[in-house]
Every structure is written in structure tokens, then in C-alpha cells.
């Protein structure tokens, strides 16, 4: 080997060594990308800003052992500030359909329970992990597209787990409260808990969205 070829070799080792490995698609590339191939189940094109998680997830308990389950967790936004505070206690359980999604959120997040399951069967969920109810459930899942019968099922197993004092929330964006599946789904809350509270627009989120607080479902 001449020494110019050499110098050249050397010098491909030494940029070789300072490549970063690949990390894989970003949040919002994947986001996305599954949202593509199954724009009904994702219902958004890029994942929840940290404003409108930290409004999604206020009724987490900062004191006790309390249990939190998450729907639709996708790339992880709710599940981080879930896991923020919780800090260690109770039990975070995250469900999410999407198995690339949940791929990735096991990696990341490595103190929530991540479940590739259909939300529907949450109750049976809950019972195969031992679980009797949930304090808090936080929902990522874009109520706003969904069918009446796909509403009702979703809704249905989410009361049927959350504890008598407990607290649901979701969030819809704000140009889908006109639409007929939105004003079905405010209809459904109220039929299901005894308060629902919507919170302010929270405009730094794309789109702009706002949350809707229930608690205490009824029997």
C-alpha cells in the first residue's frame, strides 16, 4: 500500500469513528409515517406539544401510589409527563395499538408498562396484570374520527376501569368541534361522568386543541 493510500485509509477510519450510529426516525418523522399507512387510527399528522400534555395530564396525583392508564400513547408525549409525575411511584400503564409505536416507547420509556393491545379489551387488561381500577385515564386517541359504535366501546371500557372518585381526560382539536363525532363524544361524557370540564385553547399545539376533564363516572 503507497503512502497516499494509507493516509486515505486512515483518514475514512478516523471519520468512521466519529459517525454517529444510526438513531432511526425522529418522533415526527414516525408519527408520520404511521399515520399514512392508517390515517383513521393515528388521527393526527405529528405528535402532542408538551403544553397540551402537561394540560392532558394535570389529574395525575402528585402524592400516594395512584394507577394511571394511558390510550393511544403513540410516540410518548403523555407518557413522558406521566412518568414525570409519578417520579417512580403507582403504576403507569400505556397502551398503544400500533406496534412500531410501541416498540419504541418500551425503549424509551422504560417505567411505564407499555401493552400493544386494543384499548377495547381494557378491562381485561387491567385484570391480567392483577390491576382492580384505574385512578386516572389519560387518552391520546382521536376521539374526533371515530365511529358512534367505536366511541361507545372505547368509552364504555374506560368507565368500567376507572374508580369511583377517578379522572379521565381527553383532548379534541379545535377545528373538529363542529363536527358531528366531536359533539357525540362531548354528548357521551356527560352521559358517563357526572362533570366534564373543558379547559382553555391551548394554541401552542398543531393543531390547537383543548382538553376535556371528566370525573366521577357514573354507575
Known sequence: MTTSTTSTAHRSVRHCRLCKPSQGPNDYTLFLRQ???????????????????????????ERGEPVVVELGAGTGPFTAEIQRRLGGRGRHLAVEIDPLLAQRLRHRHPGAEVIQ???VHLRHLLDDRGIESADVVV????????PSATQHQLLDATAAVLAPAGAFTAFTYLHAVPLTPARRFRE?????????????TIWRNTPPAFVLHARRPRP
Not at 139 to 146: K, R, T, Y
Open 35 to 61: 399515520w399514512v399507512r392508517s390515517p383513521a387510527r393515528m388521527g393526527a399528522i405529528a405528535p402532542s406539544s408538551r403544553h397540551l400534555a402537561e394540560a392532558v395530564c394535570a389529574p395525575v396525583p
Open 188 to 200: 357521551l361524557l356527560a352521559d358517563r361522568f357526572e362533570e366534564v370540564v373543558p379547559s382553555r
Open 117 to 119: 393491545r386494543d384499548a
Open 139 to 146: 387518552s391520546g386517541l382521536p376521539w374526533a374520527i371515530f
